[in-house]
């Protein structure tokens, strides 16, 4: 299983754009990057998937650099009510049997 | 589309009793996880069912944890007995293959206190 470091907490302002950066450095050639966002009291949720390059959709980018050691989550603009805890899981999701592991993960807190 | 349901929300027993969770998954995942969330820390996969068979449960307490998956469909988390450091949230997830992405819809959990 590829073990993910990422950074144990992080501040910011509204309106800021976050990046988060996971290192992955033992990746696997089947492994994806998928990033969840949980908040206090509830299960974690999906945020974002990729395999190399960049992947966009309505809420945050990835970035995944050629050798695929590394990836950052790109948070355009923050407001309040990102703050919460953002885990970086790498893992083969296409073989059923591959466990995902989740890392201690980012606490994210954004001030006013 | 209906979220994944769990019950109950909360728990509190006294250790060496037993206790059972309930998850629902949505209807069509042939997937189900079930996750162990201490607190402060990320959750930790105990048991996964591709359909009513087992996937993996090489991180499930077997002496005292057990799950079923009948049908494949509802699932059932067991502790019998139950030990002080078992307090966390369980957490049951469900997934799909969609094309290129694959994704796990969490539960809200539920929290179990051991006292």
């Known amino acids: 299983l590829a073990k993910t470091t990422q950074p144990i907490s992080m501040d910011s302002y509204e309106g800021q754009e976050v990046n988060i950066t996971c290192s992955h450095n033992?990746?696997?050639?089947?492994?994806?990057i998928t990033w969840y966002q949980q908040f206090p009291s509830q299960g974690p949720r999906f945020i974002i998937q990729g395999y190399k390059t960049k992947v966009t959709n309505e809420v945050a980018s990835l970035f995944i650099p050629a050798d695929r050691k590394s990836s950052t989550l790109s948070l355009p603009r923050v407001s309040l009510s990102d703050t919460a805890v953002y885990y970086c899981l790498v893992g083969d999701i296409i073989n059923a049997g591959n466990m995902l592991t989740f890392g201690g993960g980012t606490r994210l807190m954004v001030k006013p | 589309e209906a979220g994944v349901a769990q019950s109950p929300r909360y728990k509190i027993i006294e250790k060496r009793q037993s206790v059972a969770f309930w998850c629902n998954p949505i209807?069509?995942?042939?997937?189900l996880y079930w996750y162990q969330q201490i607190l402060g820390q990320g959750p930790k996969l105990l048991i996964q069912f591709q359909n009513n068979g087992v996937v993996d449960d090489s991180q499930l307490p077997k002496d005292r944890f057990s799950a079923e998956r009948l049908k494949g469909v509802d699932s059932t988390l067991k502790i019998q007995p139950a030990k002080l450091e078992d307090s966390a949230v369980y957490l049951c997830a469900s997934s799909f293959s969609s094309g290129s992405t694959y994704e796990q819809y969490f539960g809200p959990g539920t929290r179990l206190t051991v006292t």
């Open positions: 209807s069509g995942h042939a997937t």
């Open positions: 033992n990746i696997a050639t089947n492994d994806y």
